[in-house]
């Protein structure tokens, strides 16, 4: 029986493919789809040009497939959430990183407006998820009506 060598407590968990699909719940063809759209990179490749994965790209994963299956969003909406994201922490070092009055001022702006998508995006999911509420319920208020004229009914639930 051989046994795994353990890794130095500073080296990164390093996965490959099919570890990690089974991991987070997705099949290894879509994280290779999502490598293709751009929403993750493979931290490394082995020798034999295996996909390795660290722990923060399972948690992207994790984020993605939230955000797809939990939350309804496409990939291409998914994709902006996810570069929008990146460049919130870019801004972030870069504000930090100078002093400049107009510098910080074109970063901001900048951040402003990926905010101001990010609003519009969760906006516009909100208000389709409120309007398939409203269906849903103009739909059960109809059917409570019909049940509530069968329940007036003199002789409900006898056959004549």
């Known amino acids: 029986m051989t046994t795994a ?12 493919i099919q570890e990690v699909a089974e991991e ?10 999502y490598e293709e ?6 931290a490394a490749r082995s020798e034999g ?7 923060s790209d399972v948690e992207r994963l994790r984020f993605i497939r939230g955000l797809r299956d939990d939350a309804g969003f496409s990939l ?10 990146v460049a919130r ?11 400049d009055p107009r510098k910080r001022r074109a970063i901001l702006v ?5 905010v101001d998508r990010q609003i519009e995006t969760l ?16 739909r059960r208020s109809h059917l409570a009506d019909h049940l509530s004229g069968l329940d007036d009914e003199p002789d409900h639930g006898r056959a004549r």
């Open 110 to 114: 900048d951040a402003l407006e990926r």
């Open 37 to 42: 759209l751009g929403l993750l990179e493979p």
């Open 123 to 138: 906006r516009d999911k909100a208000n389709r998820l409120a309007a398939m509420i409203a269906e849903a319920e103009s």
């Open 49 to 55: 040009a295996y996909r390795l994965y660290d722990d």
């Open 76 to 85: 291409a909406q998914i994709g902006q959430l996810l570069v929008d994201e």
């Open 89 to 99: 922490e870019r801004n972030r070092a870069a504000f930090r990183a100078t002093d």
């Open 24 to 33: 987070v719940g997705l099949t290894p063809r879509s994280i290779r789809y």
């Open 5 to 16: 060598q353990p890794r130095a407590s500073d080296e990164p968990r390093l996965l490959r």
